[in-house]
Nanobody
Framework: QVQLAETGGGLVQAGGSMTLSCTVSGETSSSVAMGWFRQAPGKEREFVAAISWSGTKTIYADSVKGRFTISGGHANGLYLQMNSLKPEDTAVYYC?????????????????????WGPGTQVTVSS
C-alpha cells in the first residue's frame, strides 16, 4: 500500500513564503508522476502543480505560475515552494501520486488520473 503524507502547512501573512513537503512510503511502480492540488472551503479540489518522474517536466496552474515551484519526487520527497502568497491561496493542500511504468516524462494536471493522495495540510494566508 502506498501512503503519502504532507507537512509544512500553517498560517502566513500575505506576501510571505511557505514550503510544503510530501513523503511517499510503500511499494511504488518504476516511475511515479506527482502533483499538488488544493481545496478551498466550498470549492472543488483544483490543480496547482505537477512534476514528472524524471523531474524534467513541470506544469503549473495559471493562478500560481511564477509564484510556486514544484520540485523533487516520490523517492526523495516532493516539495512545493510558495512565494508571494495571497489570501486566495488559502486551502487544504494535497499531494498526489500517479503510478506509471516507464513513462519517465509523463506529467498531468487531471485529478482523476492520480492513484494515491495524502490527507492534506492546511495553508492559511492572512491579509
Amino acid at each position: 500500500q502506498v501512503q503519502l503524507a504532507e507537512t509544512g502547512g500553517g498560517l502566513v501573512q500575505a506576501g510571505g513564503s511557505m514550503t510544503l513537503s510530501c513523503t511517499v512510503s510503500g511499494e511504488t511502480s518504476s516511475s511515479v508522476a506527482m502533483g499538488w492540488f488544493r481545496q478551498a472551503p466550498g470549492k472543488e479540489r483544483e490543480f496547482v502543480a505537477a512534476i514528472s518522474w524524471s523531474g524534467t517536466k513541470t506544469i503549473y496552474a495559471d493562478s500560481v505560475k511564477g509564484r510556486f515551484t514544484i520540485s523533487g519526487g516520490h523517492a526523495n520527497g516532493l516539495y512545493l515552494q510558495m512565494n508571494s502568497l495571497k489570501p486566495e491561496d488559502t486551502a487544504v493542500y494535497y499531494c498526489g501520486a500517479k503510478m506509471l511504468e516507464g513513462y519517465w516524462n509523463y506529467v498531468t494536471e487531471k485529478r482523476n488520473e492520480y492513484d494515491y493522495w495524502g490527507p492534506g495540510t492546511q495553508v492559511t494566508v492572512s491579509s
